[in-house]
């Protein structure tokens, strides 16, 4: 499904919705459709090696907690999607799982997030390396005024490296983002001419040119047109063969097209974590089967 | 409804009509007067303003013309060029790095309470202290105590207290403009503090700083109260070297001087002494305009190279 091959004639289908000749079928698309289409949930491994195992995550804003006792395996090149209603906590988790809570004074984190055996949330835990292994996308894309190649080698300037090795990073990286074709003529101009979509898959390029471990993405799509968060959807199934995911996002139809794992957010609380299918098929708690079937939320 | 109901309704719509149509005639009347009056106060001022500017020009045009006047003979101001603009790199030289200094601590590092608070009206107060006050203090600390004489080094420290708050406002707000997402993007990938802010912060607000830097060089080059006793009102003979420990005057105060205490004491004719006095009006403001002109313009020619738009 070739995003720049939509036009006119793509059957809605494809995109997740009912073709019109259907009148008579139920409005709403299951998702077992809406996922058959983009295949995710066939990289399923339930057997992958913990990433990132978060234990009894407690954080707080000074007195105010915003996370409850949240616990969730990051799995090894699986892509966990985290869902839930505005002002549930999930970007404030994902924001724990690199420590950019650190900015904002007056927080408190208990609890553990083991990664390669180190705890997260350790206070001697160096930051600045741990940001170099997890990497992370933004909401809303936040290119730096400097040339398209500055954007992507930024990262392995900081560390240092050699110059041949930062140009060649640079190109496999907007290879790897599916921008390489659009910009290999105009690395030199500035990255803030670029469109949003672009300017966005060029933030993925930049956070996959340290090649990190992992790769958090806060709502990646969610300023995008809708051409665009295509795109940003099938780059991140695609990513998945290299790179451990955790993906916030609104769009339940989203996590539902990309993930193997999904999580559902309720006021601070995780309230189920399983795998895709499994959570939008056959939720286990009341609260994700409101949601999911659009009650609340 | 009847027609009588109709008719009656009718003229009782018709009537209400009539008096929002009234009313709204009545509003909108207020507000021509109000939009006239402030349109024109707005263009009296402006022409205020550019009649001043006109007069000045005009009286002193003609002598920017004239050879000798950027001589080192009698109405030559050579000299008082010279050390305008060494003052003004001097002064630009030695305050600038510290307003930029002192602008990223207190934008990226500092939290937000009382220190902060405490800095910004200090700041703010030295701003409002009137510029002869600084430079008695100047005479003071720096001509007597530091023991640097009437010299252009004095004068240059003096001017370090007058531009302070100035360029710390405009290194702040160049550097608030920079949005918090750039900040988190380039921690995110693992720089830390220093390096985020030294290469993407800084390059950022690179437009807020070249401005900053042309506006306070337009205020060091206006300035005549800080400098009057610090760097004193007369030239050596070796005024045209790099020396920070001679005494100098600028065109502002040489201006003062000539059209003040010296009238008609230094061997000038009147005729004389209005060539210097009035063409180095002119002069000043020929280059405040530049200035002016020149901060907005390369403020705006860097914003639209960074930002490719």
Redesign the interface.
């Known amino acids: 499904m070739d995003p720049t091959r939509l036009n006119a004639e793509t059957p809605i289908r494809t995109l997740g919705g009912k073709a019109p000749a259907e009148q008579g079928a139920p409005l709403e698309t299951s998702p077992s459709e809406i996922i058959g289409d983009f295949r995710a949930h066939e990289k399923l491994d339930t057997s992958a090696s913990i990433k990132i195992d978060v234990q009894h995550l407690n954080f707080f804003y000074g007195s105010k907690q915003a996370l409850y006792d949240v616990s969730i395996p990051l799995r090894e090149r699986q892509v966990t999607a985290l869902i839930g209603p505005s002002g549930c906590g999930k970007s404030t988790f994902l924001r724990t799982l ?1 420590r ?1 809570n650190d ?1 904002i ?1 007056g927080i408190r984190t208990e609890g553990k997030a083991i990664f390669d055996g180190q705890n997260i949330y350790d206070k001697s835990m160096d930051v ?6 997890i ?2 996308v ?1 909401q ?1 894309p ?5 040339s398209i190649f500055e954007n992507v080698a ?2 392995l ?3 240092g490296k050699a110059k041949g090795t930062v140009s060649a990073a640079v190109e496999s990286s907007l290879r790897g983002a599916a921008l390489w074709d659009e910009v290999k003529d105009r690395l030199h ?5 670029l469109s949003g979509g672009q300017q966005q898959r060029l ?1 993925i390029a ?2 996959l040119a ?1 090649k990190p471990d992992v790769l958090l993405m806060d709502e990646p799509a969610s300023a995008l047109d809708p051409i665009a968060t295509l795109k940003i959807e099938e780059l991140i199934v695609e990513l998945a063969k290299d790179y451990t995911i955790v993906i916030v996002t609104h769009n339940m139809q989203q996590a539902a097209r990309v993930s193997q794992f999904t999580g559902f957010f309720l006021s601070g609380k995780l309230i189920e974590v399983a795998p895709t299918i499994q959570l939008f098929e056959r939720p286990k708690r009341k609260e994700t089967e409101d949601y999911i079937s659009g009650r609340f939320g | 409804m009847s027609m009588q109901q109709t008719a009656q309704t009718s003229l009782a719509g018709s009537t209400r009509l009539a008096e929002q149509q009234r009313l709204v005639r009545r509003l909108k009347l207020g507000n021509a007067v109000g939009t006239g009056t402030l349109c024109g106060i707005g263009i009296l001022v402006a022409l205020l303003f550019v009649g001043i500017i006109v007069y000045l020009l005009l009286q002193g045009s003609a002598y920017l013309f004239l050879p000798e006047f950027y001589s080192t003979g009698p109405i030559g101001i050579r000299p008082e060029i010279y050390n305008t603009f060494y003052i003004l790199i001097l002064a630009e030289i030695i305050s600038l790095p510290i307003a930029l200094a002192a602008a990223i601590y207190l934008i990226e590092y500092a939290r937000q309470g009382v220190f902060v608070t405490t800095i910004h009206f200090a700041a703010e107060t030295l701003a409002g202290v009137p510029s002869i006050v600084l430079g008695l203090f100047g005479v003071l600390a720096f001509s007597i105590y530091a023991h640097l004489g009437t010299s252009r080094a004095a004068g240059a420290l003096t001017l370090l207290c007058l531009n302070f708050p100035l360029a710390l406002r405009l290194f702040e707000d160049a550097l608030a403009t920079v949005p918090r997402e750039m900040r988190e993007g380039g921690l995110a990938l693992g720089a830390t503090r220093w390096h985020m802010i030294r290469t993407v912060v800084i390059p950022s607000a690179l437009p807020g700083i070249v401005t900053a830097v042309i506006l306070t060089a337009g205020k060091i080059i206006g300035e005549a109260a800080a400098l009057l006793f610090t760097m004193g009102l007369n030239n050596p003979s070796d005024v045209f070297t790099l020396s920070p420990f001679i005494a100098s005057d600028t065109l502002t105060t040489h201006l003062y001087y000539v059209a003040g205490p010296g009238a008609g004491s230094t061997g000038l004719t009147t005729a004389q002494e209005t060539a210097i006095t009035a063409g180095s009006a002119t002069l000043l403001i020929v280059l405040l305009l530049i200035i002016n002109v020149a901060a907005r313009g390369l403020g705006r020619a860097i914003q639209r190279r960074v930002t490719a738009a």
């Open positions: 690199n950019m900015l004074p600045v390396l741990l940001r170099q292994r990497g992370m933004f809303r936040n290119p730096f005024p400097k930024y990262g300037k900081v560390q101009t500035s990255a803030l001419g933030c930049r956070a340290v």
